[in-house]
């Protein structure tokens, strides 16, 4: 069993940067693949990006190539998304989520956090 917990969340505006933490407990979380979604008002919650347990092998949405990062410190049990350039359309609650393996629908994931509030003022 692990537990999740999002953190660093908050109001920027557009073209600002903001990162999100991801703090776990249980064991063996370096067997987890680990992923953020997100989900804006009146819409279904999407992927975002994802890393693997062993490897630190990362995939991400297209919406988000290129301007976020996802990166993972197995020692700190530890998940980071960082966000670059951001944009009004960013705009969410951010979730972190626990998988094996972890793919990149909702169902593949057990555990998730409580979300953290991102707001990209225009």
């Known amino acids: 069993q692990v537990q999740v917990v999002e953190s660093g969340g908050g109001l920027v505006q557009a073209g600002g940067s903001l990162t999100l933490s991801c703090a776990a407990s249980?064991?063996?979380?370096?067997?987890?693949?680990m992923a953020w979604f997100r989900q804006a008002p009146g819409k279904e919650r999407e992927f975002v990006g994802k890393?693997?347990?062993?490897?630190?092998?990362?995939y991400y949405a297209d919406s988000v190539k290129g301007r976020f990062t996802i990166s993972r410190d197995n020692a700190k049990n530890t998940v980071y998304l960082q966000m670059n350039s951001l944009k009004p359309e960013d705009t969410a609650v951010y979730y972190c989520?626990?998988?094996?393996?972890?793919?990149?629908?909702?169902?593949?994931?057990?555990?998730w956090g409580q979300g953290t509030q991102v707001t990209v003022s225009s």
């Open positions: 989520a626990a998988g094996r393996p972890g793919g990149m629908t909702t169902s593949t994931y057990t555990y």
């Open positions: 249980g064991r063996s979380f370096n067997t987890y693949g």
């Open positions: 890393i693997s347990g062993i490897s630190g092998s990362t």
